[in-house]
């Protein structure tokens, strides 16, 4: 066994995503032994289904993180508290275990690397949990 790497539940075919769907696993290039699977949102609490979570402008993590961006959800709901929570939850997880690399599903608010959504559109940007790892120094690479 090598070093322990966090990487997006969903991408292992964890029925964890806000609509409920299982992904299809990816293939990584890494041990799977090696790997500690987290969703944010669901350390966090929020539901499976759940409407689905967008940025309120184009600060995305990072303004989650310095408190000049909301998570909301498609009908209204203020969602940046669960999404703090979980980004910090994982975190947490990632110190445990001495993880210095993070697979993260691309285009959501919690784990998108270089994508999100921002008032329903794609944009560059990243998400909460990603923009955490970064901060603390984890390598983050996004996964389609």
Do not use: H, Q, W
């Amino acid at each position: 066994m090598g070093e322990k790497v966090i990487v997006s539940a969903c991408l292992c075919g964890i029925r964890c995503r806000y609509n409920g769907k299982i992904l299809e696993k990816r293939n990584l290039p890494i041990d799977m032994e090696d790997a500690i699977l987290v969703c944010p949102e669901t350390l966090a609490g929020l539901k499976i289904p759940r409407t689905p979570s967008f940025f309120d402008n184009e600060k995305t993590g990072e303004g989650v993180l310095d408190g000049e961006t909301k998570v909301v959800s498609s009908d209204g709901e203020d969602r940046t508290d669960e999404f703090i929570k979980g980004s910090k939850k994982a975190l947490e997880i990632a110190k445990k275990y001495n993880v210095k690399k993070a697979y993260l599903k691309e285009r959501s608010p919690s784990c998108g690397v270089n994508v999100v959504y921002v008032n329903n559109e794609r944009k560059k940007g990243m998400g909460v949990t990603t923009a955490l790892f970064k901060r603390e120094g984890i390598e983050v690479i996004g996964v389609e």
